[in-house]
């Protein structure tokens, strides 16, 4: 059986952090070191196809909010050392009732969803570099049910849980041929219907 690492899922509340993470740049270079593993600011920029400055800056924003940290780099000096999430991933949930929380959890959903359209976007663009077996493994549903808002809790839960074994951050030796894959799911009341 696979060895897996122990998950680290830390959940968010404090609306400063929010409000941090609520910045294009800063939340896909959270999202690339989460796939990729540890990262240096000009490793992030080349991926990301930003600059060094601007990403080495933005790196630096996400660890004064303790969400990434440098990682151990033997040989190198301190300004050339990768970069690495604190955590496996990240849960959005402000304090009931603090309002700068919401609103910047709101900023940050919202910017989570464009960057989502955004990677399926590039992915249409860029999938015909893949074999077929890549391409055919990619899936695109969209199924409409009808549960009760226990039955969704229980669903997600369920998916969760299937989903959890294969997080690239806690995953210890995957497969030679595994790759970043990233997997989106919403569940929520169809907007018609509210």
């Given at each position: 059986?696979?060895?897996?690492?122990?998950?680290?899922?830390v959940r968010v509340q404090d609306a400063t952090k929010l409000r941090a993470l609520a910045h294009p740049l800063r939340l896909r270079l959270?999202?690339?070191?989460?796939?990729?593993g540890p990262r240096t600011a000009a490793q992030c920029a080349e991926a990301l196809g930003d600059t060094g400055s601007n990403?080495?800056?933005?790196?630096?924003?996400?660890?004064?909010?303790g969400l990434i940290e440098?990682?151990?780099?033997?040989?190198?000096?301190?300004?050339?050392?990768?970069w690495r999430a604190t955590s496996t991933g990240l849960e959005f949930?402000?304090?009931?009732?603090d309002v700068d929380g919401q609103q910047a959890n709101d900023a940050l959903a919202a910017l989570e969803l464009d960057e989502v359209?955004?990677?399926?976007?590039?992915?249409?663009?860029?999938?015909?570099?893949?074999?077929?077996?890549?391409?055919?493994?990619?899936?695109?549903?969209?199924?409409?049910?009808?549960?009760?808002?226990?039955e969704l809790r229980h669903l997600t839960l369920t998916l969760d849980?299937?989903?959890?074994?294969?997080l690239r951050p806690v995953?210890?030796?995957?497969?030679?041929?595994a790759r970043p894959v990233t997997l989106s799911l919403q569940a929520f009341p169809t907007p018609e219907f509210i």
């Open positions: 059986m696979e060895q897996q690492e122990p998950e680290r899922r959270l999202r690339y070191l989460l796939a990729a990403c080495s800056y933005h790196l630096r924003q996400l660890g004064r909010h440098r990682a151990p780099a033997e040989g190198v000096n301190r300004r050339d050392r990768p949930r402000p304090e009931p009732g359209f955004e990677a399926l976007q590039r992915y249409q663009r860029q999938r015909h570099k893949l074999t077929d077996e890549w391409r055919e493994g990619a899936t695109f549903h969209t199924y409409t049910l009808a549960v009760t808002p226990e849980a299937v989903i959890r074994p294969y995953r210890h030796a995957p497969p030679a041929e």
